[in-house]
């Protein structure tokens, strides 16, 4: 077979950039050349990536997609038109498209992966003018794309009640294939100076762990609180736990950021913590004592130490896995995930797991390895937190149970699984 994969959503991998669809191609198209010599592939990249030699071998053709300067001002006949002309040239006998769409004017046949319908099913986690700029893709691309591809891949059986509540599709036309755990990336939680991370983040001992964007869709500001009510608690559990954020910034993150000096103002007993917001602008209330305190964070001094809930911004990948595998618990209360692969990290490295009930999490955690609650429940957030800390048999039954739970998901897997849909299709076609 003459396979093409549509690689422009592979991100930057030597800069670290690994997340959402990109991780996803990035090793999904890994771990299909590894595993398979026999088929032909074609990568069709972008001018934005620029290093195709570790793609490199016999069976693998690199195609760069040409009059990509024309993007900028026609970004539809570009991405519809233009691609899907130069596509149907290639005389491909499948083409796999990972990220939701299929471009308009290709005609053969196609594999769509879906990783989620956030979009549609809450169109409110996410900015007014980023809806407006997808209005074409929510309301065309993905709807015809689903009912043209010969299969469907779902990353999870949420993802597949999503696709035939939302659009009708039949559920015989898709398949769930989850995604994998990256081995190397675990494996750089074991030469990661912890110690080192620990200094440069003002992190004391035991703490809870999210990783993820700071967004409204991930529920940071009820797991604030609720870590904060914990706290302050006669004779609480967590008197000597940090809760800690890690994660770029996204949109509406400022009430995130008010919540943590909030929290941390309440749980110190301090009359007057500067948020985030009031330090850039140079607003400063505190008192003459408070102010000659200032630079104790930049020393790794007693102030940042104690801070019971810190917000690390972006952190490397090798500090990411070093975070998570250190971690006392790895809480994930978001409102909705089509697959949630910061958990699928932790389960890897043994973590238990708080996280939402609801969406693909529990496919993830099920009851063997962590506590799943109400992500709108504050108070069963902070019972989930309280039972960690204070049932060690629970806990260690969750760390025992983690491996188990997700030996099968791993990326040579899911590539091996992929491979299979797409020998169905050359086998329906004869």
């Not at 409110?124 to 929510?138: A, D, G, H």
């Not at 706290?231 to 609480?236: G, V």
């Not at 770029?248 to 993150?253: C, L, N, R, T």
Request: glycine letters at 6%.
């Amino acid at each position: 077979m003459k396979i093409g994969i549509d690689c422009r959503t592979i991100l930057n991998t030597k800069g670290g950039e690994l997340a959402g669809v990109g991780h996803y191609t990035y090793f999904l198209v890994k771990n299909l050349l590894s595993l398979d010599k026999e088929n032909q592939y074609v990568l069709f990249f972008d001018n934005k990536f620029k290093n195709f030699k570790e793609f490199e071998q016999d069976n693998v053709t690199v195609r760069k997609f040409p009059f990509y300067q024309y993007k900028k001002y026609l970004p539809i006949v570009y991405s519809q038109m233009l691609i899907g002309s130069f596509l149907n040239r290639e005389k491909l006998d499948l083409l796999h498209c990972p990220a939701n769409v299929i471009p308009l004017f290709y005609n053969g046949a196609t594999i769509l992966t879906v990783h989620d319908l956030a979009i549609y099913k809450y169109p409110e986690f996410f900015p007014k003018k980023f809806l407006s700029r997808q209005i074409f893709s929510t309301k065309i691309l993905v709807p015809k794309s689903l009912i043209k591809a010969s299969k469907i891949i779902a990353v999870s059986k949420s993802t597949k009640s999503d696709i035939i509540e939302n659009f009708g599709i039949p559920e015989e036309k898709i398949e769930v294939i989850y995604e994998g755990l990256d081995p190397h990336g675990i494996a750089k939680s074991a030469h990661a100076d912890f110690d080192k991370i620990k200094l440069k983040y003002g992190i004391s001992g035991n703490y809870f762990l999210y990783v993820g964007t700071i967004e409204p869709r991930k529920n940071l500001v009820r797991l604030i609180k609720a870590f904060r009510n914990l706290l302050m608690t006669y004779d609480s559990s967590a008197k000597d736990f940090q809760l800690i954020l890690a994660g770029a910034k996204g949109w509406s993150d400022k009430e995130v950021y008010a919540t943590i000096a909030n929290a941390n103002a309440s749980i110190l007993g301090v009359d007057k913590k500067r948020s985030g917001e009031e330090r850039r602008s140079g607003l400063d209330a505190r008192n003459e004592e408070q102010r000659k305190r200032e630079g104790e964070r930049r020393k790794f001094v007693e102030r940042r130490q104690h801070n019971p809930v810190k917000y690390l911004g972006y952190v490397t990948s090798e500090e990411k896995y070093a975070l998570i595998k250190n971690a006392f618990t790895f809480v994930f209360p978001s409102l909705y995930e089509g697959f949630g692969l910061p958990v699928l990290e932790a389960l890897g490295m043994n973590v238990p797991v708080i996280s939402s009930n609801i969406s693909s999490m529990p496919e993830l955690v099920g009851k063997e390895c962590g506590i799943l609650i109400n992500p709108e429940s504050e108070s069963e957030i902070t019972d989930a937190l309280n039972q960690m800390i204070t049932d060690d048999g629970l806990r260690e039954m969750f760390r025992t149970n983690c491996r188990e739970r997700v030996k099968d998901m791993d990326w040579a897997t899911c590539a091996k699984e992929t491979l299979e849909a797409y020998l169905s299709i050359k086998k329906n076609k004869k």
